[in-house]
């Protein structure tokens, strides 16, 4: 059998393979990488290795569902940061290992679940693992959030922080300017951080450099020859900087709560006690208010998605939206709360003593969106 790691961004999936590529190549286990900027010859023997069986283990980003990828036997499917990816996405990979009636085993991994997948760890067929201490020697980070007119005071507490060896993030949500949005982009940022902070090293890095470009900035600032890093949420995932231990993040209620917190998950990784300031533009929404308050009052990532699913609601578990209220044609998930476990009983039951009437019925009230449930 083969077996496929997907992860949501190329930085992440190369932090991946070069993990396994320690580890297995050792072992005669052969790899094969294939991400979006795989292109010409590369592309086509990574693809030719695939589809031959010859690669046992590939490691990849989105390029891996598109329709050029044939697997000869997949028989497992990870999904890295499951919440970045859509239904369909993850369905077209799952799709790929089918046989006959079988499917590949899936491992869904992710700090905080999207709601759709918490409500499936209740109501459908997912089995649950919860990590849910931190590695040793780190502490929690403290989270404090500001209204973005006391943006002066936070530079000049980067610059202490810099100044007593600390490093520290700065996280824009944009690329480039959008008056629309009020956002400050990232260019702009990195102008205005440099000019008030002339004695720090100050770098910037964004999804639109290249790889390698990318991969310098980061290699730099983890060397630590480089005080402040100027980023869009390119940085969310697979980024590793034990010595940073200050992050702010700009027009954070822009951001959904999966995204700040993993976001936040970019400091407190060494033993030093870590910071995140969140600079928000008022008005605040009242959702927008009950999300800051979230990452403010928790750091536990189980919790941070129980208080998504509340505020945007669970989504379609046999359909392809990941938020939203749950549409059912005749029960209602608050009201029927207390019969899930009878439900859940009586499904058993039927599927073990009159399986023949199984399909008929999720024929007559699911039609095709029972394989939603699959992922």
């Known amino acids: 059998y083969q077996a496929v790691v997907m992860a949501p961004t190329e930085l992440l999936a190369e932090q991946h393979r070069q993990n396994f590529a320690q580890w297995l190549l050792p072992l005669s286990i052969e790899m094969a990488w294939l991400s979006g900027r795989s292109k010409g010859k590369v592309r086509s023997a990574a693809l030719a290795q695939i589809r031959s069986g010859e690669a046992q283990l590939v490691v990849g980003t989105h390029a891996l569902f598109q329709e050029e990828v044939v697997f000869d036997r997949l028989g497992f499917v990870v999904v890295d940061e499951q919440h970045r990816f859509g239904v369909h996405q993850r369905l077209a990979l799952r799709e ?33 693992s919860v ?8 502490k929690p980070v403290e989270t404090v959030v500001l209204q973005d007119g006391r943006r002066d005071e936070v530079v000049q507490r980067v610059h202490q922080a810099c100044r007593s060896g600390c490093q520290a993030y700065w996280v824009c949500t944009l690329i480039e300017e959008s008056e629309r949005l009020q956002c400050q982009a990232a260019e702009e940022s990195v102008a205005q951080l440099a000019e008030a902070l002339p004695d720090l090293r100050v770098a910037l890095v964004h999804g639109r450099l290249k790889t390698q ?3 310098a900035v980061m290699a730099a600032f983890k060397a630590g020859e480089i005080d402040l890093l ?49 600079l928000y533009h008022a008005p605040l929404s009242a959702q927008g208010k009950a999300r800051l308050a979230a990452m403010r009052e928790t750091n536990d990532g189980f919790e941070i998605a129980r208080r998504d699913l509340a505020l945007r609601g669970p989504g379609e578990i046999l359909g392809t939206r990941q938020t939203g209220e749950l549409q059912f044609r005749i029960a209602d998930i ?14 058993r039951l039927l599927m073990q003593r009159y399986p023949q009437r199984v399909a008929p019925i999720i024929r007559r009230w699911l039609g095709d969106a029972a394989r939603y449930g699959e992922v």
């Open 96 to 128: 790929k290992g089918r046989q006959q009636h079988c499917f590949p085993h899936q491992l869904i991994m992710t700090a905080t679940p999207i709601p759709r997948t918490l409500a499936m760890t209740a109501y459908a067929d997912l089995d649950l």
């Open 230 to 278: 100027v980023a869009t949420t390119v940085i969310e995932v697979g980024v590793d900087v034990p010595s940073a231990s200050l992050m702010v993040i700009e027009n954070a209620e822009r951001l959904g709560l999966a995204q700040l917190h993993q976001l936040r998950g970019r400091v407190g990784r060494g033993s030093e006690k870590s910071h995140c300031v969140l």
């Open 334 to 347: 608050a009201r029927d709360q207390a019969m899930l476990p009878d439900v859940n009983r009586t499904a």
């Open 131 to 138: 990590i849910d201490e931190l590695p040793p020697g780190r």
């Open 213 to 215: 470009e990318k991969a």
